[in-house]
């Protein structure tokens, strides 16, 4: 007779885990995203990007989540990578040692009701933690619920989250991501041209002078936090210090959200003195505190030089397809003949309505496209003649393009800077980007969504009633009335 075990059923386990990655992956939440490595999707890394209007906005979270044998019957451990070497607290339920506290997962008591069950999944936890980076945090250490959010101390509070979202998560995770050095400059760019000396000039006019600990930065060193975010050793424990899947979407997500993090910048930058020490809350005690000072001037210094170095990056991807070019690699030729395929295509037919043509700024380099959209009659593009580069990275489509509008257009999906916020709907198909350029620029009726406020100013016009509306289509109007002069 056959003894019954209470082993756990572990491939219907691997299963539901499997269909919950694809399920956050395929679906629309800018906000949210996840990755794991082929040999083990129990470890699943999660990248949150901080909700707008609150002192987390658009900052890069990064957590491990580990899923057991008994999952779902059991919750996930999960970690917080993001706590600058663990020397941060951002939320009273995350730890600057990474642990967050919540009652689903088992690391918070919670009312009846709030415990884990077999009916929450990946999403529902991601979310949960995303909950937590609300508009008034101060209110999330238990015994504090009553305070306002215009009190001293919720206030102060505030203030130094924001400071350290923009500082920690977005700036020094971007100087690590990119290799910003002042030593490497020379190197990391060796082989491109005149454009690049451009800009390597003018960073060497812009870049900080280095501080008494020598790391080329003018942050002051006011305690444990101002040490530089080293997210490799915290991945160590799970043997992928150097597997980082969200490279590529944080750096397409800071060209988006660059206008946003300037305006918060220019906002706060009066608020606060350089060098004025970050107030303590009664809840918190070092090293699970957030210690330091505040230095807005540093800060948007430093977010400048990585805008250039995007930019410069950008620039970098002609030379490199120019190489693989001369290699005859595989995707050089698929470009060669995709855009071949999709001249005809584009130059000599309409994609619903619309009319773009594209060509080659060099015949012998597809990794860069020029395309020239054409307003379509009736619209508020009427006339118009936009100029776009679309450039295509050597390692696409692992790493995907990024498409810059160069003719001054008034566009809530344009940054300031002309980068396009657009989503296509296969990310491997030359064919998709196209059909998505076309769509995020002519689109009259987008769907409201408030993670993607490329142009906040334009944004906040589109979406700010009837009259704002109405002055928003005045100004897109007259960008295509004033693009035939440019």
């Not at 800018?30 to 490595?37: E, F, K, M």
């Not at 003018?202 to 501080?211: L, Q, S």
């Amino acid at each position: 007779m056959a003894t019954k075990t209470n082993s756990p059923n572990t491939s219907g386990s691997i299963s539901r885990i499997t269909k919950e990655l694809a399920q956050v992956q395929k679906g629309s939440d800018l906000s949210i995203a996840v990755a794991c490595q082929d040999s083990d999707v129990r470890h699943v890394r999660a990248l949150i990007i901080g909700p707008p209007d609150t002192p987390y906005e658009f900052g890069f979270f990064q957590f491990n989540l580990h899923f057991g044998k008994e999952y779902p019957i059991k919750s996930p451990s999960v970690a917080c990578v993001t706590t600058n070497s663990g020397r941060c607290r951002f939320n009273p339920n995350i730890y600057n040692c990474g642990k967050v506290c919540l009652s689903i997962l088992g690391t918070w008591r919670g009312e009846a009701g709030e415990q884990w069950s077999s009916a929450q999944g990946l999403e529902s936890i991601l979310l949960s933690i995303q909950s937590l980076m609300s508009a008034h945090p101060f209110e999330n250490e238990p015994g504090f619920e009553n305070y306002k959010k215009e009190d001293a101390e919720p206030q102060a509070y505030i203030a130094k989250i924001r400071h350290e979202t923009l500082r920690i998560t977005v700036i020094q995770r971007m100087e690590k991501l990119l290799g910003i050095d002042e030593n490497k400059i020379p190197s990391l760019y060796n082989g491109v041209r005149s454009k690049t000396q451009e800009l390597l000039g003018k960073w060497a006019t812009t870049d900080p002078e280095p501080d008494s600990n020598g790391n080329g930065t003018s942050t002051p060193d006011t305690g444990p936090s101002v040490h530089e975010y080293d997210a490799e050793a915290t991945f160590a424990a799970l043997d992928s210090g150097r597997w980082e899947p969200f490279n590529d979407v944080i750096k397409r997500r800071f060209l988006w959200y660059y206008d946003s993090y300037l305006k918060a910048l220019t906002t706060h930058k009066s608020e606060q003195t350089d060098g004025k020490p970050f107030t303590r809350m009664r809840f918190e005690y070092p090293p699970n505190s957030m210690e330091g000072s505040f230095d807005y001037t540093a800060l948007e210094r430093r977010l400048k030089r990585i805008n250039d170095h995007l930019e410069m990056e950008r620039v970098c991807w002609e030379s490199q397809g120019a190489a693989q070019v001369e290699q005859d690699t595989q995707l050089a030729t698929q470009l060669a003949f995709q855009f071949r395929q999709f001249e005809h295509q584009w130059n000599k037919t309409s994609y619903p309505g619309s009319r773009m043509e594209i060509s080659l700024p060099n015949p012998k380099n597809p990794f860069v496209w020029h395309l020239t959209l054409f307003g379509r009659p009736s619209t508020n593009l009427e006339g118009g003649i936009f100029n776009i580069l679309l450039s295509i990275p050597p390692d696409f489509p692992e790493v995907q393009p990024r498409v810059k509008v160069e003719t001054p257009i008034f566009h809530h999906r344009v940054s300031s800077t002309g980068y396009l916020c657009y989503f296509p709907a296969k990310a491997e198909e030359v064919s998709s980007h196209l059909q998505a350029i076309v769509q995020a620029v002519e689109d009259e009726s987008p769907r409201f969504d408030p993670r993607a406020p490329v142009n906040p100013g334009a944004f906040a016009l589109f979406w700010g009633g009837e009259e704002k509306r109405k002055f928003y289509m005045r100004k897109l109007r007259r960008s295509a009335q004033e693009s035939c002069e440019f």
